[in-house]
């Protein structure tokens, strides 16, 4: 019998923890705070502030020239966006299938996102859906990578080409993640990343914004310091820190407590990448089996980055029996949080940005229509779709139970269905 419905659950693991932070973390972190330099405007002694180690750290690994830490995903895709210097009115593609990020960094940047629909495969930015939605006030777009799938770069980048885009590469759920030999957010103009806590690389918030640039890195860095920029030799016991005074900025910056973590768990990313890749592989086949595929990759893909399990549910092998219930079913069955993806941006219960008296200027351009777009396969697509987070994904070990968990609710869809209506789990 179903655990949902009374029976035993198919698995009893002690799942790992998310986040986490190693000896060397809570080391760097104890420092910090012994120290009286806990944010970048502390005093320095000559050496880097860690949010500045952690920056170039973090664009070294990734392969990009230049890297700014932030406070957050969301000022970090603002802060992306506004370094693009795009002109008042313009308009920026954003995928249908993501968080809500993308579209509001957006109206933070004053400009004004238009949905566009995603790709089947992988719920990502498809170039065809967007062209349909290209005006001449359209500059730039953003490409974001969800929950382990990658945007198709090469024709993103084609696309955006063809019709004179900018690219932003969101990369909030893909540290690390490989394509074609290079590492996510190296592709567009700027990229920008979040460490908020379910991140892969997390310190309960927290963000960067990368870019190979020069220029565009000096005026990221004004942006986000209050208009100041890095000193390389502060005088002793100065800020590291002087006034730029040629961008005005406001205060978007990481805390060093935040950069100890993020410097501690860089190390261990790529370890994690590879356990994760194990579980997903045992997972990943036994769903196929089961007919419930798992999120498709495009062409090219070296190294994935999982920051949320996806795979399919589709309406024929339901019986009736609601995707909620079916993640609740799950989630009894495996002990952790299963649920359904967010619906799309033009329906979410989050994007209502007419409630933001600071908005209502940027709708005079028709702000608020471009989140109205209908995106039919975004909409298909997150009815369908199950998720959990990648904590679990660091236990190979017990990577089949999660298969087992899906396949008795799956082979049990009856008992489901003569049960009527339950309640979904709350998402982690
Ligand atoms: C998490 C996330 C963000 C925002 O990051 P915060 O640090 O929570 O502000 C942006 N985009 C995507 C795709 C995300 O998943």
Redesign the pocket.
Known sequence: MLAILGGVPACHVDWPPWPRLSDEGQRRVNAVLRSDRWSVSGRSRGEKSLERQFAEAFAAYCGSRHGVATD??????ALAIESLGLPAGAEILVPAM??V??ATAVYEANLVPVVVDVTASTGCFDPAAAAVRLTDRTKALIA?H?YRSLCDMPAVLDFARGAGLAVIE?C??AHGAMLNGRRVGTFGDVA?F???QG?VLAAG???AVLTDDAGRYDRLVQLRTDGRRYVENPGFDSMEVVDGRSVMGTNRCMTEMQAAILLSQLPLLDEQHAIRAKSCAIIGRRLEDLGLPPFGQPAGVEQESV?KYAFRWPVERRRGVGIEAIAAAISAEVGFAVYRADPPLNEHPLMRPWTRLRYRAIDSVGAFEGIQFDTPVARELAEQTLLFHHAPLLAPEHAARIADAIEKVATSIDELAAHGTIEAPDPD
């Open positions: 957050h995903g969301s000022s970090s895709l993501t968080w990020a993308p974001v969800h969101d909030a759920q920008a979040s460490m908020q991140k918030e927290g963000g920051y």
